[in-house]
């Protein structure tokens, strides 16, 4: 019943890797999004975006870039990865449009930067 | 962009109803009140969304009133297992591109004593 898939749980990368974090979603959703979450700050978007090859900085793209070539997938990528980039990251999916509609939420990657 | 204020935590015991009031005071013509719950780990979960007057489901009720500023879930009879952090979010969720609205705030963490 897995919906949104983040391709790992645990990561542990080292300083000035390029990182590459993945999401697919399998509910056809148009609009895809990655957000990080840290204590006391709560959930911050980073990036997202609403259609293929379309995407829009959020509130702290810096540092980040992403890259959505096929529907399904929205990949978040940390050019030369940072110890302040050590966070737990969340990628969501939801569809354009209708009042019943939600984020469905991966079940999240924790990326540790050494 | 409406901005929400939750309480920071509240605690409950089993058996009991909880009531999370969540204040949006500049919330738009076009917003919506969305619900989630977040375990810890996990990615938050989309529990219930609203417009005006009540919504029900299996899970929770929203209750908005007429003016809107303000919203509460109610979750009935809780249980250990909903021990949680709720997030209370206000946007328009119906428009393409819309993501920059939806921005989650610090939550209430819930915790239910025995």
């Known amino acids: 019943d897995v919906k949104v898939t983040q391709s790992s749980r645990y990561l542990v990368k080292r300083t000035g890797e390029k990182v590459f974090l993945e999401c697919v979603q399998d509910?056809?959703?148009?609009?895809m999004f990655w957000y990080r979450q840290d204590p006391g700050l709560g959930l911050r978007l980073i990036y997202f975006s609403y259609d293929v090859k379309m995407k829009e900085k959020g509130d702290i793209p810096e540092g980040y870039s992403v890259s959505r070539e096929k529907k399904e997938r929205f990949s978040l990528i940390l050019e030369s990865a940072s110890t302040n980039q050590t966070s737990m990251y969340l990628c969501?999916?939801?569809?354009?449009?209708?009042?019943?509609?939600?984020?469905?939420f991966g079940s999240g990657t924790r990326l540790t930067v050494v | 962009l409406a901005k929400t204020t939750q309480p920071i935590s509240m605690d409950s015991y089993e058996g009991q109803e909880v009531n999370i009031t969540c204040s949006h005071n500049n919330i738009a013509t076009n917003d919506y009140i969305t619900w989630y719950q977040q375990f810890p780990s996990q990615g938050p979960r989309f529990i219930i969304q609203?417009?005006?007057t009540k919504v029900t489901n299996e899970v929770a009720s929203l209750f908005i009133p007429a003016d809107r500023k303000s919203s509460t879930l109610s979750l009935p009879r809780v249980s250990l297992s909903d021990t949680a952090v709720y997030y209370c979010?206000?946007?328009?969720?119906?428009?393409?591109?819309?993501?920059?609205?939806?921005?989650f705030g610090s939550g209430t963490q819930l915790t239910v004593l025995p």
């Open positions: 979010l206000v946007g328009d969720a119906a428009l393409r591109g819309s993501a920059r609205q939806l921005t």
């Open positions: 509910m056809d959703h148009e609009n």
């Open positions: 969501a999916s939801s569809t354009h449009g209708g009042a019943e509609n939600g984020y469905t």
């Open positions: 609203g417009y005006k």
